[in-house]
C-alpha cells in the first residue's frame, strides 16, 4: 500500500523568509504523481504544485517549488518569500492514476 | 467556470438520524472523488466514480456509508444511523484527467 508521511505537523517561518516543507513516500511503481495542496481555514483544497515522477527537472511554481528524490522517494515544498497569506495546511499528496492518498498535514504559520 | 460545489456547508444532526450530502462536480469531469478529512487530520479517501464504471468503494468504513452519482454528474454521499465518530468534513472532488482533482468547499458534519 502507498504511505504518505509528512512528519511536522506545524512549522512557522518570518514573512519574506523561505520555508521548507518535508514529505516521504512509500511507492514501489515507477510513474506515479505527486502534489503538494494548501488548504486555509476555508477548507478549500488547492492544488499549488505538481510533479510527474517520470519527470527529474523539479516543479516551479512561482514562489513555490519542490525537491524531489525519487530514489530517496522525498517530496519537499519550499516556499520563497513567505507571504500572511501562506497560512495553512499543506498536505502532501501521492496517486498513481485514481484514488489519492494523503498525508497528515503540516500547519504552516507566517510571522509578520 | 464554476468549481465544484457541495451542499449543506454545514450539517448538524443526531446520532441515529440518515444524512445525505451532495456534491455537484465540474461540468464536463468525467471522475468523481469523496473524501473524509476528521478533525486536524489528512483526507481518508471514501469512494471514486468514473464515468459508467462501476464505482471504487474500497475506502468506505462500513455498511452504513455508500454513495450514488446520477447521470455521470451530481453525487450523493447517504450516512444511515450516524454515529459520533462520522463527525468530520466530507470533502468532494472531480477530474477529467485522473492526476488532477480539484475540490469543494466541504460539508462539515456534527453528530451530536
Known amino acids: 500500500a502507498q504511505t504518505v508521511t509528512q512528519s511536522q505537523p506545524e512549522m512557522s517561518v518570518q514573512e519574506a523568509e523561505t520555508v521548507t516543507l518535508s514529505c516521504t513516500y512509500d511507492t514501489s511503481e515507477s510513474d506515479y504523481y505527486l502534489f503538494w495542496y494548501k488548504q486555509p481555514p476555508s477548507r478549500q483544497m488547492i492544488l499549488v504544485i505538481r510533479q510527474e515522477a517520470y519527470k527529474q527537472q523539479n516543479a516551479t511554481e512561482n514562489r513555490f517549488s519542490v525537491n524531489f528524490q525519487k530514489a530517496a522517494k522525498s517530496f519537499s515544498l519550499k516556499i520563497s518569500d513567505s507571504q500572511l497569506g501562506d497560512a495553512a495546511m499543506y498536505f502532501c499528496a501521492y496517486t498513481l492514476s485514481d484514488d489519492m492518498r494523503f498525508g497528515a498535514g503540516t500547519r504552516l504559520t507566517v510571522k509578520p | 467556470g464554476a468549481g465544484v460545489s457541495q451542499s449543506p456547508s454545514n450539517k448538524v444532526t443526531e446520532k441515529g438520524k440518515d444524512v445525505e450530502l451532495r456534491c455537484d462536480p465540474i461540468?464536463?469531469?468525467?471522475?468523481l472523488y469523496w473524501y473524509r478529512q476528521s478533525l486536524g487530520q489528512g483526507l481518508e479517501f471514501l469512494i471514486y466514480?468514473?464515468?459508467?464504471?462501476?464505482?471504487?468503494k474500497s475506502g468506505l468504513p462500513s455498511d452504513r456509508f455508500s454513495a450514488e452519482r446520477t447521470g455521470g454528474s451530481v453525487s450523493t454521499l447517504t450516512i444511515q444511523r450516524t454515529q459520533q465518530e462520522d463527525s468530520a468534513v466530507y470533502l468532494c472532488?472531480?477530474?477529467?484527467?485522473?492526476?488532477?482533482?480539484?475540490f469543494g468547499p466541504g460539508t462539515r458534519l456534527t453528530v451530536t
Open positions: 461540468s464536463g469531469h468525467t471522475a
Open positions: 472532488a472531480s477530474s477529467l484527467r485522473p492526476y488532477e482533482q480539484y
Open positions: 466514480f468514473q464515468g459508467n464504471s462501476a464505482p471504487d
